[in-house]
Nanobody, 119 residues
Framework: QVQLVESGGGLVQAGGSLRLSCSAS????????MGWFRQALGKERQFVAG????????NYGDSVKCRFTISRDNAKGTIYLQMNTLNPEDTAVYYC????????????WGQGTQVTVSS
């Protein structure tokens, strides 16, 4: 079982930056693939970024490449999402997820944190 808690969301102007954090507790965090997803109002949940335990397999959704950076600190049980050059289309609830490295489906989810980008 893994418990995830996101933080760091808020209101920011277009062009600004935010850093989201996701604190994980429970067994085997170090072995889990961690990811960020987002869901805008009325839209499906969208993959943002993912990172494996050793940080040598990182990938991003097309809409955030070169603007967002995912990282993790296994000692602290925390992952981060640095978001730069934000635009109103980035407005969404951002969720942290975790999955076993042998699975393709994310099993554990946080409660989400709202990010709102004003124009």
């Amino acid at each position: 079982q893994v418990q995830l808690v996101e933080s760091g969301g808020g209101l920011v102007q277009a062009g600004g930056s935010l850093r989201l954090s996701c604190s994980a507790s429970g067994r085997s965090f170090r072995t889990y693939v961690m990811g960020w997803f987002r869901q805008a109002l009325g839209k499906e949940r969208q993959f943002v970024a993912g990172i494996n335990w050793s940080c040598d397999n990182i990938n991003y959704g097309d809409s955030v490449k070169c603007r967002f950076t995912i990282s993790r600190d296994n000692a602290k049980g925390t992952i981060y999402l640095q978001m730069n050059t934000l635009n109103p289309e980035d407005t969404a609830v951002y969720y942290c997820g975790a999955r076993n490295s042998l699975s393709t489906s994310y099993r554990y989810w946080g409660q989400g944190t709202q990010v709102t980008v004003s124009s």
